[in-house]
């Protein structure tokens, strides 16, 4: 995709708008959807870049000088994605890491949307009051159920593979927005100056292997025995390949994984004692990344089976979570196999 003759910048808008135009069957529903998921993108990372100010602006529940209801960022974040969505007219219903049950758009245009989102708005909102980079997924499926009628759960158990469009925001150092609609997996980056997200990364391609290897290996003594073989392996010395690998863990999903998409790695969040079935989400959280993985030449995994494969049988069900460059994830398949 090359910026039109003369002009330096190819923003999301233009991005979609082109992308539909490689479509004549496209209707311009998805593309409507991802520009208002992009509008409240930029809605929640102006909040979230004066989150430190909130103690001078007031805290969570109080009333801030302008007279505002102080709201959890995670709370702005959820109604800013949730009212976009639904303004697009496009969604019949929206699962989120947010709303114990789906949250459906009966009035109107969306009781015959076409699609559904399943989304965490701002995942590892903790890390906010540490000015840790936080992040916003979502994934984008079909609906099952009829249209005009009532959006229900079956419409959200549905395996990864089936996803239409899936994507992060992450608000670090910059801001960017990362998506992939099943053609390849491309980056833009939010010039404030302009308040358009800018193709900064086409074609994003993640490294067939790496030398970077997340986990909290505070969970070690829990781990299943293949998790701590590799991670032995990951720390043995041997020039021949590499090792010993680096370990970065930052403790923000979208962050371990944004950094391991672009540079090679792995990242695992296997089965702990606290968390028995892990502790990612499948719908919102590792079906998502396991699709951008998937497009830009990564893979992700339970330890056993693929991640898109999983059909879901509740909207918050966890499950163990691997992904990364693909003969990383091999290496750990292997242990995994020999050591359970
Ligand atoms: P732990 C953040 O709370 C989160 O949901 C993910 O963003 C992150 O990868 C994980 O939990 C970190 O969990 O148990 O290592 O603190």
Sequence with gaps: MQASAGYPIVTLNEFI?????????????????????????????????????VDILGKAGEVNVQGEDVKKLDVF?????????????????????????IITFDEGLSREG?????????????????????????SIYRRLSPGGEQADVSDFLQPGTRQV???YVIYGSSTMLVYTTGEGVDGFTLDPGIGEFCLSHARIRTPDTGRIYSINEG?????????????????????????????RYIGSLVSDFHRNL????????????????GKLRLIYECNPIA???????GAASNGTGRTLDEVPVSL?????FYVGSREMMDRVHGFLAEYG
């Design 17 to 53: 708008i082109n992308r539909q135009d490689e479509h004549p069957e496209a209707k311009g529903d998805l593309s409507r959807l991802l520009h208002h998921i992009g509008i409240a993108a930029k809605i929640v990372n102006k909040k979230i870049n004066k989150a430190g100010l």
């Design 316 to 320: 918050h069900q966890r499950v163990p």
């Design 262 to 277: 672009l540079m090679g790695g792995i990242f695992i969040y296997p089965q702990t004692q606290a968390a028995p079935k």
């Design 77 to 101: 974040a959820n109604d800013h994605f949730m009212a976009a969505i639904k303004a697009s007219g496009e969604v019949c219903a929206v699962a989120s890491e947010e709303n114990q049950e």
């Design 291 to 297: 699709f951008i993985a998937e497009q830009a030449n």
């Design 165 to 167: 469009a899936a994507g």
């Design 114 to 138: 076409h699609y559904i989102v399943c989304m965490d708005p701002l995942d590892g909102s903790s890390n906010i009051e540490v000015n840790v980079s936080v992040g916003t997924i979502f």
């Design 219 to 247: 969970n070690y003594i829990h781990f299943p025995l293949g998790v701590k073989k590799y991670i032995k392996y990951c720390q043995e010395i041997d020039p021949e390949t590499d090792r010993p690998y680096t370990s």
